[in-house]
């Protein structure tokens, strides 16, 4: 999976415009995907160079120009590649985990501090996403469904084991 993938796929639910991609990138999406509007629009024109969408110019008065991207027949075939296609090994990267298998060298206190941290982004990114699923979930797939619900269990859990390590900490002796 790539950019490219993931806006071809957006493409394939309607017109929109990179705005209007990096907006859903960093709702609904932002839990399992990150791309930046430098990814974005780099992606876009090469998309539309190899044929793959096209870009409309939507004039706006008072404002600068804005260019609406559809996907074409060519993109739809790709995209239907992609889904097709073998799956990708998720790829996780943590660099609180890191930490905290290196936190016998780490004073307690910071590393109580540090998951505590972690423990209310957790709190607001759960807080996201079960809003984010009572407003989008008149719209969604069953599969959008099924996406969203992985995110807020895994959240739930994840505040459930970092409470439960935060307070096993606190009544250890090390640091």
């Known amino acids: ?35 930046s509007f430098g990814t974005i629009y780099p992606t876009l ?9 096209s870009k409309m110019s939507v004039i706006q008065e008072g404002r ?15 995209f239907q590649a992609y889904l097709h296609g073998p799956i990708e090994r998720n790829e996780f990267k943590s660099d609180v985990m890191t930490r905290m298998f290196f936190g016998e060298f780490l ?13 209310q982004d ?10 984010m ?17 992985i995110g807020i269990s895994d959240k739930e859990s994840l505040i459930r084991t970092l409470t439960q390590g935060i307070e096993r900490l606190k009544k250890t002796n090390e640091k």
Not at 1 to 18: C, K, P, Y
Not at 45 to 53: F, N, Q
Not at 64 to 78: H, M
Not at 141 to 146: A, G, L, N, R, V
């Open 133 to 149: 699923y009572k407003v989008y979930k008149p719209e969604m797939s069953p599969t959008q469904e099924i996406c969203i619900q």
């Open 1 to 35: 999976m790539n950019s490219q993938d993931v806006i071809l796929g957006l493409l394939m639910r309607g017109e929109m415009s990179g705005y209007d991609i990096k907006h859903r990138l960093e709702s609904i999406f932002s839990f399992f995907y990150n791309a």
């Open 45 to 53: 024109s090469k998309l539309e160079k190899e044929g793959y969408i």
């Open 122 to 131: 957790a709190h607001d990114k759960l807080n996201r996403l079960t809003e």
């Open 64 to 78: 600068p120009n804005k260019n609406v991207y559809t996907i074409t027949e060519e993109g739809k075939k790709l």
């Open 107 to 119: 004073e307690k206190d910071v590393m109580i501090g540090m998951l505590e941290n972690q423990l």
